[in-house]
């Protein structure tokens, strides 16, 4: 299975700056997730992210509040756009890998907004 | 929403094994049942999958009905380190589709005690 590392690891950030995460992954995959899961609450899909085209956000989320970026086969980046108290939460990526398109999970960036 | 129902807690003794049972009575028959755990402080984890057949891995196992509306996820010996929140998903397996977005519920909350 891939292996996945974030940076930071956590942050703690001031309301109205942004952050950018990264994600990098072991191996070259197709697919690649970014999820947000909100203090004591299961996680919500942000957007997929495949290399060489825009990203494609769910309900709810919009471009303009989390660009990402997915530049090559193996490293993708989400960043949390004026930061508000709301958006602490732990943002996680995800790539899908394996012969049923299991989904491999990063650590997560666990995010402070003060 | 998701498509699964899970209780909401439970408990096991070490050694034992835990049983996880999963409603998913409006599956399709080209959706997979895939299971994740996330220990506290991490990313989820994949554990199993199956479309209709029971699975066994170094893991646990995964017993599907044969109308598969349920299923239930056996972790044979539980230990202290298999306490985490186990989710019950599914989604049909292929690259691309938003059908195949991983949706995840409140999950069973599994604690195993000495």
């Known amino acids: 299975s891939a292996v996945i590392s974030q940076k930071p690891s956590r942050d703690i950030c001031q309301r109205g700056t942004s952050l950018t995460i990264q994600c990098q992954v072991d191996?070259?995959?197709?697919?690649m997730f970014w999820y947000r899961q909100q203090p004591g609450q299961s996680l919500t899909l942000i957007a997929t992210?495949?290399?060489?085209?825009?990203?494609?956000?769910e309900s709810g989320f919009v471009i303009d509040k989390f660009p990402i970026s997915r530049p090559n086969l193996t490293f993708s980046t989400l960043t949390v756009s004026n930061m508000s108290p709301e958006d602490s939460s732990i943002y996680l990526c995800?790539?899908?890998?394996?012969?049923?398109?299991?989904?491999?999970f990063g650590p997560g960036t666990r995010l402070t907004v003060t | 929403d998701a498509k699964t129902t899970q209780p909401t807690s439970m408990d096991c003794a070490e050694g034992r094994a835990a049983n996880l049972p999963c409603n998913h009575s409006?599956?399709?028959?080209?959706?997979?049942v895939y299971w994740y755990r996330q220990i506290h402080s991490q990313g989820p984890q994949y554990i199993i999958h199956?479309?209709?057949n029971n699975e066994t891995n170094e893991m646990a196992s995964l017993i599907i009905t044969e109308d598969r509306k349920s299923s239930t996820l056996i972790l044979p010996h539980a230990t202290l380190r298999d306490t985490a929140v186990y989710y019950c998903?599914?989604?049909?397996?292929?690259?691309?589709?938003?059908?195949?977005?991983?949706?995840f519920g409140k999950g069973t909350k599994l604690s195993v005690k000495p």
């Open positions: 995800s790539v899908e890998d394996g012969t049923h398109y299991e989904q491999y």
């Open positions: 191996s070259q995959v197709t697919m």
């Open positions: 992210a495949n290399q060489g085209s825009e990203a494609t956000y």
């Open positions: 409006t599956i399709s028959g080209n959706e997979y």
């Open positions: 199956g479309l209709k």
């Open positions: 998903i599914v989604r049909v397996a292929n690259y691309g589709g938003s059908q195949g977005n991983l949706i």
